[in-house]
């Protein structure tokens, strides 16, 4: 069992940025991902970003690459989700989760919310114009 706990959220103008943080508690192992997802009114839900707590690279949908950064603090379990840049296009509910074993090619798991077992409550980010 694993736990994510988000938060961060908040309003914003368009341009400005936010930090969203996940705490992940429980049985986390080094073939654990974390990753965030989020959903907008009335659409499907969308990956974000991905990346593996045992080592390797982040993964970014194309919307956010190179607005939004995606770290792991010292404490493994831990990431942050620094956005940048910000767009009336990312104001949703942004969702932490888990998946494990998190199994190459990493990136193909941000298309795939279903093989994710673990979901935090989400926290809500408003970008206003």
């Known amino acids: 069992q694993v736990q994510p706990v988000e938060s961060g959220g908040g309003s914003v103008q368009a341009g400005g940025s936010l930090r969203l943080s996940c705490a992940a508690s429980?049985?986390?192992?080094?073939?654990?991902?974390l990753a965030w997802f989020r959903q907008a009114p009335g659409k499907e839900r969308e990956g974000v970003a991905i990346?593996?707590?045992?080592?390797?690279?982040?993964y970014y949908a194309d919307s956010v690459k190179g607005r939004f950064t995606l770290s792991q603090a010292y404490a493994l379990n831990t990431v942050y989700l620094q956005m940048d840049s910000l767009k009336s296009e990312d104001t949703a509910m942004y969702y932490c989760?888990?998946?494990?074993?998190?199994?190459?090619?990493?990136?193909?798991?941000?298309?795939?919310?279903?093989?994710?077992?673990?979901w935090g409550q989400g926290t809500q980010v408003t970008v206003s114009l």
């Open positions: 989760a888990a998946v494990q074993p998190c199994r190459a090619p990493v990136s193909r798991l941000l298309l795939s919310p279903a093989e994710f077992a673990y």
């Open positions: 990346r593996p707590i045992g080592g390797g690279a982040a």
């Open positions: 429980g049985n986390l192992y080094q073939t654990t991902c």
